[in-house]
């Protein structure tokens, strides 16, 4: 189902936002050559904003995979909604009330300003393989910078999903993309840090200079009621 950024979503049935508990009725029994592996872009939109800042203060906070964590310990939070306020900055300018030191610190502010009277001053707001969206107001601010970094994270994504395809064609095959993250089949023949790789190719591919955060997580909680 297409999205206006070009990020994956599935629509009907709605699998990426299946409750964890019932993640287990996706559940194959594979044969003895074949596992499940789970591949996630840890704190991705971060790790974008991070290569657009060219901060290297902020990139080095992304690399260790902290930024919530510093957010969190700034605003006198916990990490989860540290996190919502990071997403509330990225999807619509909105710095919340303790916050600001973190965005000032990081120059993050100077960063969006620059992309969004560039939007303005071309009339529209493009990623690096020409997804375009219109700008027409003033209250299309609020999404400028979200169109940029989720249109930048789909192109990654994709490249993600092309470099393991191409590289291990027959012995990985996508299950499930959900968001950042993919579920694969992956035969024993492939080791699980070389199917990371293929993913850390596909962000420095179009964010350079950075060493990204790629995770193996797991998909399948048995235990979960």
């Known amino acids: 189902f297409a999205s206006t950024t070009g990020r994956i979503y599935l629509r009907d049935p709605a699998l990426q936002n299946l409750s964890r508990k019932y993640r287990k009725l996706l559940k194959e029994t594979l044969t003895p050559e074949w596992r499940y592996v789970y591949v ?38 916990d990490r989860d909604m540290a996190k919502i306020y990071f997403y509330c900055f990225v999807y619509g300018g909105i ?10 610190t990081y120059n993050l502010k100077t960063t969006v300003n620059e992309i969004v009277n560039k939007a303005y001053n071309q009339g529209y707001i493009v990623t690096s393989l020409g997804n ?24 990654i994504f994709k490249q993600a999903l092309i470099n393991v395809n191409n590289t291990f064609l027959n012995k990985v095959e996508l299950t499930l993309p959900v968001h950042d993250a ?32 790629i995770k193996e997580k797991k998909f399948f909680e ?3 009621i």
Do not use: C
């Not at 901060?55 to 006198?76: C, H």
């Not at 992956?186 to 350079?208: E, M, R």
């Open 40 to 77: 996630d872009f840890g704190q991705f939109e971060a790790g974008i904003l991070a290569g657009i800042s060219q901060n290297r203060d902020f990139q080095k906070l992304y690399e260790s995979d902290m930024i919530y964590e510093r957010l969190a310990e700034i605003a006198n939070t």
């Open 132 to 155: 375009k969206r219109i700008v027409n107001d003033e209250n299309d601010k609020r999404w400028i910078l979200n169109h940029y970094i989720q249109g930048t994270s789909s192109l």
């Open 182 to 213: 993919a579920l694969f089949k992956v035969h024993n023949d492939v080791k699980t840090d070389s199917l990371i790789t293929q993913f850390k190719d596909a962000f420095v591919k179009w964010i350079p200079g950075i060493n990204p955060v």
């Open 95 to 104: 710095i919340n009330k303790g916050t600001e030191r973190f965005f000032e």
């Open 222 to 224: 048995e235990n979960i």
